[in-house]
Structures are given as C-alpha cells and as structure tokens.
T-cell receptor
C-alpha cells in the first residue's frame, strides 16, 4: 500500500516569511495529492491539490509542486499570516481507484506575529 | 458544495457500553465511505473502508468485531464502538466519496470513554 512521509513535524516562521512542507510517497501509481489544513478538533480542510499530470499549481499565497520521478511533493505558503497557524497534512491517492487517502504525519505550523 | 454530516460531535460513554456514530452525505450519493481515527497531535489513520451494501474492509490491526461498520444506504454509514474502553477515546472522522471521485469529510466525533 501507499506510504506517505512528511517533514518537518513542526515549523515556526515569522509573519511574512515563507513556509515549505515536504512529502514523499511510495506508490508510483498514486496520481492525486491534496493538502489539508486542520485546526484542533475540526475536520481537515482542503487547501490545494495537484494531479500527476502537472508539476505545479498555485492559488494566491499557496502553491504545490510535484516531482513524479522523485515521488515527492511540497507545499509552499508565501507571506505567511498568523491565521495560517494550524496543522497541515499531505496525502496521496490513486484517484480512479476506491482506496482511501493516505495521510502524512502532519506539520504543525506556527506563524509568529 | 457536497456536505457530509457526522453525528454526534461529542459523546461521553461509560466503559463497557457501545456508542454509534453516524455519517451522512446530505446532497450526494456516497459510493464509498471511509472511517478514520485520530489521536491527539497525530495523523488520521484509516480504520476501514465501507461500500454500500457490502461488508466493510478493515485495515490491519483494527478489530472488526469491536468497530462495527454498517453502510446500509448510499447516504449513511455508521460506526459502532462496542464494549468501549478508555483507550478507544479518540477523534473519529468519516469521509465520503461521490461518483466523480470527490472526497468530503464529516465534522468528526470526539469520543470519551470514562
């Protein structure tokens, strides 16, 4: 099955700086890579996703890059704000299958004002 | 957008009793539903996959007799924690998949076993 590793586990940045979170996956068949933001006791919120037919996707201050050859993908948040503080999870999935998302271990991002 | 409702949001039960958590897709038919468990400061760990009208598929290490999953219709799946113990206390969250492959999470349920 799929295995997703995520780094770092914690990340502290100053407001306005950029934050980068990296994930690797094991199953080369996976073709869908979402990123979720989760606040304590709440459901994961999809913030951006990417499919294996593109290498990069951007949505305002958030971007995701994918390297299929190396089987890794990264989340980039620019101009961080205190409200970006949360736990972020990457995940991987074979979209056309009936499998569940496999999540990374999570990164706790703290944006210092 | 697609909405998945999960109930109850919080429940406290006594050791040895059973508790049922419901997951409903409100405006779409969920071909598959997934149940996850999340311990504090940990990731979401898949417990089981539930397909409408068939038996659930459990992940390794998850006791199927303890965590009963029923997916009786295309809009409802239930998770029953039987003979609950304090170590079953956790955040349980469901996810539903629509026919287009979209995945949507319920709000989650905090279970505390005392």
């Amino acid at each position: 099955g799929e295995n997703v590793e995520q780094h770092p586990s914690t990340l502290s940045v100053q407001e306005g700086d950029s934050a980068v979170i990296k994930c690797t996956y094991s199953d080369s068949a996976s073709n869908y890579f979402p990123w979720y933001k989760q606040e304590l006791g709440k459901r994961p919120q999809l913030i951006i996703d990417i499919r294996s037919n593109v290498g990069e996707k951007k949505d305002q201050r958030i971007a995701v890059t994918l390297n299929k050859t190396a089987k890794h993908f990264s989340l980039h948040i620019t101009e961080t704000q205190p409200e970006d503080s949360a736990v972020y999870f990457c995940a991987a999935l074979l979209f056309t299958g009936r499998r569940a998302l496999t999540f990374g271990s999570g990164t706790r991002l703290q944006v210092q004002p | 957008g697609a909405v998945v409702s999960q109930h109850p949001s919080r429940v406290i039960c006594k050791s040895g009793t059973s508790v049922k958590i419901e997951c409903r897709s409100l405006d779409f038919q969920a071909t598959t539903m997934f149940w996850y468990r999340q311990f504090p400061k940990k990731s979401l760990m898949l417990m089981a996959t539930s397909n409408e009208g068939s038996k659930a598929t459990y992940e390794q290490g998850v006791e199927k007799d303890k965590f009963l999953i029923n997916h009786a219709s295309l809009t409802l799946s239930t998770l029953t924690v039987t003979s609950a113990h304090p170590e079953d206390s956790s955040f349980y969250i469901c996810s539903a998949r629509d026919r287009a492959g979209g995945l949507y999470f319920g709000e989650g349920s905090w279970l505390t076993v005392v």
